[in-house]
């Protein structure tokens, strides 16, 4: 019975005895709206705002450049821009935190360019620096980047480099570098100390 | 609003536009109107000339060599008329168009040319999304019919 002949065969059969034609929308029964959702529907990608970091991850790899990211005052807004899209799931391939999703919805229409149908915007909070005062990155990234880092690292460095991490985790990344003498985070002690 | 008026709102003749890309959305436009969809059975139907058509139906990126096409044929669709792109290409461009550095065989997306009503983004959209499109453009035509029979009528 798996063959797909017979399936074709038993689908022909059964068109002769009801209508072909789909209903459409009217065919609205009790949690199912559509008569044909095939299994793997690729629709419009959502993004959970509560896993998404903004690590740009999805924006490198978008092959239709939907996927724009811009930094504003205090806030970095992730958006996907549907009218580019092409419903790939790099993106969700891609994402580390596993925020994007593509959900079943795919009717989709907007009346013009600026539309907020035509876009799937996440919000982030950002990050100033303790010593400029440049927002440089959203805050949720620089917590989950250190427990990252926590997860994989070396054993014998860990503690020196989460006692490092605590000193520059508020300064830009510029600030980094030109305070780590004076913060006494420079990288050249991990070699020694694995030295011995 | 007479009834002629009325009865082209319950069923509006289509002219669609290919411009350029894949033919995806042309496969799904027609898979539309087609028996399993059949929206063909309200009247809404597919026609050979844009100087029958009520609505305008554009489906991929605009080609350069395209252009004067794209002008003629709107113009040739008698008043009011709706504009409904249907995919990717037609609503942004998608993977054709690109603004930096400029395509030299693409303009990118109708809408740089003419006025676009609705928006059916999707690469392909589904037949179903391309019926809502259409039912969101009569909504708008026939708004525009209420708008223009007063300024007949005087």
Redesign the interface.
Same mark, same amino acid.
């Given at each position: 019975m798996s063959s797909p002949i017979i399936k074709i065969l038993l689908d022909i059969l059964r068109n002769y005895s009801t209508p072909?034609?789909?209903k459409?929308?009217s065919t609205v029964e009790a949690g199912k709206k559509?008569s044909q959702i095939p299994e793997g529907?690729r629709g419009v990608p959502e993004r959970s705002e509560d896993k998404c970091i903004g690590c740009r991850a999805c924006y490198f790899v978008c092959? *239709?450049?939907?996927t724009s990211i811009y930094d504003n005052e205090d806030k970095r807004l992730v958006e996907i821009?549907?009218?580019? @899209?092409?419903? @790939?799931a790099h993106c969700q391939e891609a994402c580390p935190e596993e925020a994007i999703t593509m959900s079943k919805k795919?009717?989709?229409?907007?009346?013009?360019?600026s539309?907020s149908a *035509?876009f799937v915007r996440t919000n982030l909070e950002m990050l100033k620096c303790k010593n400029c005062g440049k927002p440089f990155l959203p805050k949720k990234f620089v917590k989950r980047a250190n427990e990252r880092l926590m997860e994989k690292i070396n054993p014998l460095v860990k503690d020196v480099v989460a006692a490092d991490f605590q000193k520059v985790a508020d300064y830009c990344l510029d600030c980094r570098r030109a305070r780590g003498v004076e913060l006494d985070t420079h990288t050249k002690k991990h070699v020694w100390l694995e030295v011995g | 609003m007479g009834i002629i008026d009325k009865a082209r709102i319950y069923s509006p003749w289509l002219y669609h536009l290919h411009c350029g890309g894949c033919n995806g959305c042309d496969i799904e436009t027609l898979a539309a109107i087609a &028996? $399993?969809? +059949?929206v063909e $059975?309200f009247g809404i139907q597919l026609v050979a000339s844009p100087r029958h058509a009520d609505i305008l139906v554009t489906t991929g990126c605009v080609p350069k060599q395209f252009i004067p096409m794209v002008k003629r044929v709107y113009e040739q669709v008698p008043e009011p008329k709706v504009v409904v792109a249907i995919g990717?290409c037609a #609503?942004?461009?998608?993977?054709f168009?690109?603004d930096d550095p400029e395509n030299y065989a693409i303009l990118g997306?109708p809408?740089l040319l003419i006025p676009v +009503?609705?928006?059916? &983004?999707? #690469?392909a &959209? =589904?037949p179903?999304?391309i019926?809502?499109?259409i039912v969101?453009g009569i909504l =708008?035509l026939a708004a525009k019919k209420k708008a223009a029979a007063p300024a007949q009528k005087s």
């Open positions: 072909m034609t789909l459409y929308p559509y529907l092959s *239709g450049r939907a821009f549907l009218f580019r @899209c092409t419903f @790939c795919f009717e989709v229409t907007a009346s013009s360019r539309d *035509g | &028996p $399993r969809f +059949d $059975r990717g #609503c942004g461009g998608s993977l168009y690109d997306y809408d +009503d609705v928006y059916v &983004p999707g #690469c &959209p =589904k179903e999304a019926i809502n499109g969101q =708008k």
